[in-house]
T-cell receptor, first 115, second 113 residues
Framework: DTGVSQNPRHKITKRGQNVTFRCDPISEHNRLYWYRQTLGQGPEFLTY????????KSRLLSDRFSAERPKGSFSTLEIQRTEQGDSAMYLC?????????????FGSGTRLTVV | KQEVTQIPAALSVPEGENLVLNCSFT??????LQWFRQDPGKGLTSLLLIQSSQREQTSGRLNASLDKSSGRSTLYIAASQPGDSATYLC????????????FGKGTLLTVNP
């Protein structure tokens, strides 16, 4: 098990384009979270899945954002019609338990730059 | 709504010094607290996890304490090294939060050789 994997590591896109990020959690982890981190700030919650069900979405997740986790395995986060304000580090985390007694494991993140 | 504050925002120390990073949270009804390290442009690496029933956890030169009733945690780093330079983030899992993490803004630590 190589931990939580995120791809791509970096993405530069022009404003108005669509982008998609992928997260592969630790295989036995059934809970998966997406966070967004801007410069100088702590990560902020976007959404989370338990298996394939998306159970909560933050108000930060506008209509341009959509996330999926088909079959409860990997997850994708898509941003449509990107804006410069979407530039940030997008972090994925997974955990094993319903109550995360073993904590969370984060991936290396995807850094998005919208130009 | 849970809020997490970390003090100081930045800290610069000479190599070999012992140091303390502080974290406070407004809602004491937490399940656990986790300290992370983040190198520039990288993801988060978990350092220590403290359950709500625990008072402290230790790993090597790191010791984290938790005082749940007062809403405080500290991360103590002994004999600091230049390789410890990074941003340190504190995060809590609160009751009724779908077990998601709420983060502070972090403390940027620089250890000078």
């Amino acid at each position: 098990d190589t931990g939580v994997s995120q791809n791509p590591r970096h993405k530069i896109t022009k404003r108005g384009q669509n982008v998609t990020f992928r997260c592969d959690p630790i295989s036995e982890h059934n809970r998966l979270y997406w966070y967004r981190q801007t410069l100088g700030q702590g990560p902020e919650f976007l959404t989370y899945f338990q298996n394939e069900a998306q159970l909560e979405k933050s108000r930060l997740l506008s209509d341009r954002f959509s996330a999926e986790r088909p079959k409860g395995s990997f997850s994708t986060l898509e941003i449509q019609r990107t804006e410069q304000g979407d530039s940030a580090m997008y972090l994925c985390a997974s955990s094993l338990d319903r109550i995360p007694d073993h904590g969370y494991t984060f991936g290396s993140g995807t850094r998005l730059t919208v130009v | 709504k849970q809020e997490v504050t970390q003090i100081p925002a930045a800290l610069s120390v000479p190599e070999g010094e012992n140091l303390v990073l502080n974290c406070s949270f407004t809602d004491s009804a937490i399940y656990n607290l986790q300290w992370f390290r983040q190198d520039p442009g990288k993801g988060l690496t978990s350092l220590l996890l403290i359950q709500s029933s625990q008072r402290e956890q230790t790993s090597g030169r790191l010791n984290a304490s938790l005082d749940k009733s007062s809403g405080r945690s500290t991360l103590y780093i002994a004999a600091s090294q230049p390789g410890d330079s990074a941003t340190y983030l504190c995060a809590v899992v609160s009751g009724g939060s779908n077990y998601k993490l709420t983060f502070g803004k972090g403390t940027l630590l620089t250890v000078n050789p």
